[in-house]
Nanobody
Framework: QVQLVESGGGLVQPGGSLRLACAAS????????MGWYRQAPEKQRDMVAR???????NYADSVKGRFTISRDNAKNTVYLEMNSLKPEDTAVYYCYADIAKDSTPLLYKYWGQGTQVTVSS
């Protein structure tokens, strides 16, 4: 059983910073991509940032230059450093991991439980 456990959400003032973390645990062969999505009330879940095993990254245009994604492969953990936060960043943030259960190319997507980020004065 694979689990992703998130931490680091909370309430922050506009212009502030937060750091999210998401650790994968359980039995698996390897982790391919890891990343973050977010979902604001009554809106769809949108990709925020993605990082593959080599360290290559992708970001949504709305967070480029403000958010930084990183990962520690030894700890099976992905991080999201969020700076210059804006009220429109308010959402539930979900981490995910594309996991290989064995040496075959088949990948399974797992999700964290979500963590609330609220940007408000």
């Amino acid at each position: 059983q694979v689990q992703l456990v998130e931490s680091g959400g909370g309430l922050v003032q506009p212009g502030g910073s937060l750091r999210l973390a998401c650790a994968a645990s359980g039995r698996f062969f390897s982790i391919n991509a890891m990343g973050w999505y977010r979902q604001a009330p009554e809106k769809q879940r949108d990709m925020v940032a993605r990082i593959i095993e080599s360290g290559s990254t992708n970001y949504a245009d709305s967070v480029k230059g403000r958010f930084t994604i990183s990962r520690d492969n030894a700890k099976n953990t992905v991080y999201l450093e969020m700076n210059s936060l804006k009220p429109e960043d308010t959402a539930v943030y979900y981490c995910y991991a594309d996991i290989a259960k064995d040496s075959t190319p088949l990948l399974y997507k797992y999700w964290g439980q979500g963590t609330q980020v609220t940007v408000s004065s």
